[in-house]
């Protein structure tokens, strides 16, 4: 059964932020690499766009999360805690924080993104030009690069797509080349 099947079974073909059931696609929870159940969530377009940052937060919208939150679901508890820390500025999110639980390896990854983290805290990613990397740009290499621990050389001009953030050092990233999950560092990417 493939993943996005599961979590349409898993959440009544509903979106799980929301409740949404219009334009529902799989999310895989960033920083995650492979897609399986335990890092994905089924959101709705209207979710979607305003996790990634294509359309303006609307807060009234985010209401949901009352619910969403108490989820039985991991993935879930984390996407809701995520998006109450960005929104806690509000006021009413910081009520739902104080009540919401997550164990310690959940809260553990709810926090890998930074979203708790203060905007002159959090660490930002740029390319050889200056420009924010964000996770999911696409990226093309500067210059030939030798992978450690193996022989393969990531040749100049090579597109890497949907690239993942280290959240603890602002110069790696991540993304696959010819296949393979490689470490690059920032100064040799260009954001496309």
Same mark, same amino acid.
């Given at each position: ?5 599961? %979590?349409? @079974? ?15 696609? $799989?999310?895989?929870? +960033? #920083? ?23 359309? @303006? ?7 949901? %999360? *009352? ?7 991991? +993935? ?13 500025? @509000?006021?009413? #999110? ?12 959940? %809260? ?12 002159? *805290? ?5 390319? &050889?030009?200056?420009?924010?990397? @964000? ?11 030798? &992978? ?31 296949? $393979? ?12």
């Amino acid at each position: 059964m493939s993943v996005l099947h599961t %979590l349409q @079974e898993r959440s009544n073909n509903t979106c799980e932020l929301c409740g949404s059931n219009s334009n529902l696609a $799989q999310y895989l929870i +960033p #920083p995650s690499l492979n897609e399986n159940v335990d890092n994905s969530v089924l959101i709705c377009s209207t979710c979607l766009n305003q996790i990634e940052g294509n359309q @303006e937060m609307d807060a009234n919208h985010w209401r949901c %999360l *009352n619910e969403s939150m108490w989820s039985e679901f991991i +993935p879930v508890q984390i996407m809701a805690w995520r998006m109450l820390q960005r929104l806690r500025n @509000e006021g009413w #999110p910081k009520d739902l924080l104080d009540m919401m639980y997550l164990d310690d390896e959940a %809260l553990a990854l709810a926090r890998a993104t930074g979203e708790h983290e203060d905007e002159a *805290n959090k660490i930002v990613h740029r390319d &050889v030009n200056g420009v924010i990397l @964000e996770t999911g740009d696409s990226v093309v290499l500067v210059k030939d690069l030798k &992978v450690k621990g193996s022989s393969m050389v990531a040749k100049q001009g090579t597109a890497v797509r949907n690239i993942r953030l280290d959240r603890e050092n602002a110069e790696y990233i991540e993304g696959k080349v010819d296949g $393979q999950n490689i470490v690059i560092i920032t100064k040799y990417v260009k954001k496309t």
